[in-house]
């Protein structure tokens, strides 16, 4: 049996950046207070055009769980791993402090965290989609608008693959190469 | 030479040995280091420990989300949506999660306080209920004996589903002076729906395919289910136009933003109404059947063209009239939405009159993408007999706008008259959550008001600007530590609530009904009286005719009877009106002297140098109460004051720079952020910063105060505040 | 020996600056374990690499730059530099660990380096692969000093050979520590592990031109005419290092404003015309390059003391080639519109803390190394 390729496909036409992903994760997953410390955003695009015709897009993201993680490649003690299922995370306790993966991270989806002493990201909420409920991450449930779908993109069935299939999508520096798994449909 | 090696080698020797100490030592300090070698740091393996999940209602907003708290070990660990909750569509916004901090907050008020130093100057003792109790009850019982027992005002906001036993303590002591928020909010737009249709009905967002709001930002001013079903995917069908000053995060999502001068959307509604009816567009058969008035309509909004709007609220005719006919080829499916806050100017009832009314020609009352009354989950209410007194005056705003209502009254004409003593003095005030100093315009206004008072009592869970003047403040428990009564959530689809607690009271916080009864013992046996019961005993006497709405409370964390509107309920029934049909023309309205038919006036003009101050929210905040939580604390630490950049340059201010903006009742310093999502005409401050409290840690000290600016303005027909018609300058600080 | 007797006053007020600065380190050390990183260190999760792992770059460049001079003598048998033999080591050991030092104070948890790399070493980290060549590089170093010390020559041979391959091989895969980040194009490619090779010949006769001259100038005798003219020849092999440095920087800055190359390009431009420009024009390029080579190219001013005052300005200017080059690497965000951007590049600037192990790295290094010149037979006259 196939494993699983964890994804999340984001629809930003839906996004409100009303904040409520980046309050969920951070009370879900133990983030310290400080705006330094958070595993995902909303980002701030400029405003497009001039008044009267303005326009404007919110793009929320986290750590984009690639499949050529370079935070994987330079993590010296493997502290950076990933799993079969495609999550990638730090073991807390092989993690040295030295921020070789922040640096290599294109995407600066990472942070370290003085409360558990080990640099800190997303996880796609492994307490949650691994847990006795199978709930999903916390800012797929919490969005009130639903930008965000998570699923296994090695389940053609699944609404990930649906949607990849149905809709354009690009995804965030491709050119790096670190083939990264948020998909933004276009 | 040879010593000196000889030493050299010694020397590496001891270092070598003591190096090799240390080593071990600091390794061996790393114990917990080296057993966590064992750990196999596979994520998937599941996490040990389970929580109890506990279905209650967020209490963050006026929207009351469903909720499972998560609690472990006696902690609260997660709020998350219901799946059941259909009105939220199971979503919990950023307020929701922060909820949690709520019952953690260092700034939480934990004991009743009684005041030591100056009013204001936030000096306090603890007190134990019983002494504070008391004192409360001596001050209420002194003010009364000298005053009557309309000299103490009771003001509360909604929200905590206690806010009824406060206002049923208000009625008991006997004080008619009862204060709510709708005047700093809805009323006139109640007035002006409830004028044309009985009732204040609730667009079908869901369905409707081309919706026009004017100012109701419903990506930042959240209201369930609308802020999510306004962006629901419809085959890209729905058209939303977007009028308002700002270009907010509704504008960057609606199909279409018309940056409105600020206070004459009465003008575009009139305008459509011309061209709908001047070009036949109107649903003729509806109008005939269903509707007063129509003949009255078609001369009165003759002067209202296009041509002449375009002059008013500086939207394109051409514009003006391509939505106005877009809207009608869209009807019935089509909405004008008039959203919830309507304290934009003094004559917002007879612009929601307007609005109502070019709702109705277009025939979308009662039907699918309409206009929809709202239904309620019926509950079997508490019957008390509230004792009398004799020498008790009326309503001390009474006879004051056309349609004040009993319950409510107007915040504005309150203030203006407690200041005047007229007519007659009051002399206490009792406070359950509403932070008046916040909400209330003119803060200047409502600190001299406090001033006159002999005693003040707040019920609140932060030391807000209220509590933080007050004499008496009392701790009431969080939402997440209460059991509260059941409550209706009137809509198209009404849905029951309550709450349960996630966790005990902490500290030696106390439910209202708990503080109620106590003061109510303190007051007399006829007021302890209606108070009687516990509130176990309060909820299964809701629900005695019902008792499924209970069971599914406590199942699902929601009870429900449809999950789709019950259009055409008012089908061959006669509407709440004196004619029992839609009026476009108010006979109501005419008999009191006001304009049965909506007449425009246009806004002050705004002179050189001058702009308007607007109001607004944002999706993170609440109101008054929330920018000190620290989790939403840290996505907007500070506000500032927008301005568009080309009226920046003209004033010769720069963007980050700190300025004081000043009107004729007050001055704030803040720092300026110059961008173009706003009107050159305006500027614009959020809601909730530059506080007078010191117990708010957090936020105290940063930015500045809108209430300390606004005018004291109101709507002569509701009683609403009118909040967009303050004229400010701005210069360096 | 009893040379370092004469000419005392200077002496104890030296050791006595130097101390000062190792205390003011150690306070520094002191604050860092008391209130933790984040409390008093400026490094943010976008520039997460600051002052701190600047210092242990140009503490390991001199180190790496010293064991390849010292190897030109009893590695590649260049005779005229085989007297600093000791001497040059023995400071590349002592540079090599006060930055480990410094690394130790940036790194949370510097234990767990040392045992998670022995349990569950990455062999695609180019760190990794620095802990482990700096770690064998360490103890060839000793090892040949043990040997020079011995008079021992065939076993200095040998160390010196296996540590000029271990140098070279840590110090170019320091480079590559950047140089492998595809995601700061300011970093990436294969240019940093060649420059940093140079860059450490250049650290190296700087810091050897200095240790020839204040050794002579402390002992108060003149300097035998071959040192002077061991400082002509490593002044002229400096104007070469120099030079190609020179060339070496112009084609670092070309690429990266040619075609506006996004993101490299406004790196560069921080360096050139932002925030760090001053650090690089009065630093890297006058300090650093104009002022050693033309003390350096002309005769006259090719005297001890020229290339002493050459190796000064050269070292100080190297100081801030890393500072620049690791911050300049950080300057530009991996997101458009993140935190608060000053001219659309994110800010960073030392802490107190870190200045003062900085300073703190610095003086225990000179301090040290004052006290083996005391302490240690360091003279290579016996052969």
Redesign the interface.
Known sequence: MKNKRFAIVLDTNRCIDCKACTVACKTENHVPLGTDNYRNWVGPEPLRGTYPDLGQSFTPSQCQHCSNPPCEHVCPTGATTVTPDGIVHVIEHKCIGCKYCMTACPYDARYYNEEIEAVDKCTFCSQRIYGENGQLPACVETCPTKVRVFGDLNDPNSDVSKLLAKYPSRVLKPAQGTKPNLYYLI | ?SR??D??LSRRRFLGLSSCTLATA??GS?VK??R??A?S?D?????AG?DDSIFTTCGMCVNKCGVIARVRDGVIR????NPNFIK???????????G?QLVYDPDRLKYPLIRTGERGEGKFRKATWEEALDLVAKNLNTIADKYTRAGVMFASTEGTYQDHFFNQLAECFGSPNTVRHPTLCLSSNIQGFSATYGTNPTPDVLNADYIIMSGANR??A?ITPD??DM?KGDGGRRKIIYLDPR?T?????ADK???IKAGTDMAFILAMIHVIVTEGLYDKDYVRDNTVGFDKLLPHVAPYTPEWAQGACEIAADDIRKVAREFAEAAPKAVYYQGRRSSFTSNDTQMRRAMAILNAIVGNWDVKGGMIPNAGIKLTPHDYLAPWYDDVPGRIDADSVAFLSEKDGSWPVVQERVLAAKPYPIKGMMIYKQNVLASVPDRAKTVKMMDQMDFICTIDITMSDAAWYSDVVLPEATYLERLDPIESLGGPVPVAVFRQPAVEAKFESKPCLWIMQELATRLGEEIAETFNFTMDEYIHHQVKDNPKILVDLKEKGVYFERTEPDYGSTVGKKLKTISGKIEIFSQRYADKGLDPLPVYSSPQAIPAGKFRLIVGRH??FTHGTTANN???H??MPDNTLWL?SAAATQAGLTHGQRVKVRSSVGEETLSLEV???IRPDCVYMAHGFGVMSKGLSNIYGKGGCDAALIETKYCPISGNAAMHETLVEVVPA | MSSFLKHRPSLPLWLGLLSIGVLIGVAGALNVLINGHAQVYNVTREVPWGILIATYVFLVVSSTGLCLLSSLGHVFGIEKFEFIGKRAIILAIITLLCGFGAIGMEINHPIRLAIYAIISPNFTSAIWWMGTLYGLYLVLLCGELYFLMKGMHKGAFAMGMLGFIAAVSAHSNLGAVFGLLEARPFWHGSFLPIYFILSALVSGGAIVSMIVYFNHKQSGTPMPQKYEDFIDTLGRLQTLFLMVLVFFVIWKIIPGIYGHPPEKYEATMAMLTGPLAFNFWFFEVLLGLLIPITLLINPRTRTPMGVMWAGISATVGIFFMRYDLVIGGQLVSMRAGTSDLRDGLLHYVPSVTEFAIVIGAISACLLLYTLAERFLPLDTDEH
């Open positions: 030479m000196l090696i030493k050299k600091v390794v790393q280091v080296l966590a070698l750990t740091g994520i998937s393996a599941p996490v389970k997660k709020l998350d949506p939220s569509r199971a979503m919990l916004c950023a307020r929701g999660n922060a949690v990506s930042e959240l802020s999510i962006l270009f995060k509704t504008a960057a999502k933003w018309f940056p999706a993170f620290a989790y939403l840290e996505i568009h961008t173009d999502k």
